[in-house]
């Protein structure tokens, strides 16, 4: 039997089993929610290229906070970083779905159905109450390379909060927010080890010929995204 699927038009927040009188993850009210079916029907996912084997997935018209995902073809496997929030059957398949933290799960268990694919997330991450209803195939604890995928845990932002490489691209979600020429760090998270995090990602950097910087609303040139980053991002938390 279908299980009941519900999409928060506020965060975007993907909500399975029976309707809550609140968003789990943004408190919004119930009167915000639609059902999958409605989601997929009102909403589409574009493609946008980023280099030969890296494209953007992001909701057209935007959904919620509206985060991207991006899809990365490699010799042997097609993975997904992160997880659009619209089911849209029109999305090319993927053999894995992986990603940076729990926030950005999207409709994940319904593309692991239909692609038929393997989703990990750090074991940390997959702990939370918002996480519990979602299927995940593997919970790793520590750094990973596969196909040229190079998967980092760095923590701070979430506790399990995973960086990605490919070739040319950093993947960084929305582990700093970018606002006109300044940089700051998500605030929704614990201002220490967020820093701290910061200071990790800052380690990993060393010595990568990078180009391209993903995050959850932008793609930036690295030379831009370095500038602000190296300079130490202002946290100003919540």
């Not at 932008?218 to 991002?233: C, I, N, T």
């Amino acid at each position: 039997m279908p299980v009941e699927q519900y999409v928060c038009t506020v965060c975007g927040f993907n909500i399975i089993g029976g309707l809550p009188e609140r968003c789990p993850f943004c408190g919004a009210s119930k009167k915000t929610f639609l059902t999958s079916e409605q989601c997929s029907a009102r909403y589409e996912v574009q493609e946008t290229p980023v280099t030969k084997r890296v494209s953007r997935l992001n909701s057209t018209p935007a959904l919620g906070f509206e985060h991207a995902a991006y899809r990365i073809e490699t010799i042997g496997k097609v993975f997904m970083i992160d997880c659009p929030s619209c089911f849209d059957k029109k999305v090319r398949p993927a053999t894995v779905i992986s990603f940076t933290h729990h926030h950005f799960l999207g409709a994940s268990n319904q593309y692991r159905d239909f692609f038929g694919a393997e989703v990990r997330i750090h074991d940390l991450d997959s702990k939370p109450r918002i996480s519990q209803a979602f299927p995940f195939d593997t919970r790793f604890e520590k750094d990973w390379v596969e196909e040229g995928i190079e998967a980092c845990p760095v923590d701070g932002h979430t506790p399990g909060f995973t960086i990605y490489f490919f070739e040319d691209c950093l993947f960084i979600c929305d582990y700093v927010f970018v606002e006109e020429t300044r940089m700051v760090y998500n605030p929704f998270g614990p201002a220490g080890d967020t820093i701290e995090g910061g200071n990790r990602i800052l380690e990993k950097l060393k010595k990568r010929e990078i180009r391209w910087v993903c995050g959850y609303n932008y793609v930036l040139r690295y030379s831009e995204w370095y500038g602000m980053f190296s300079k130490v991002p202002v946290y100003a938390g919540h």
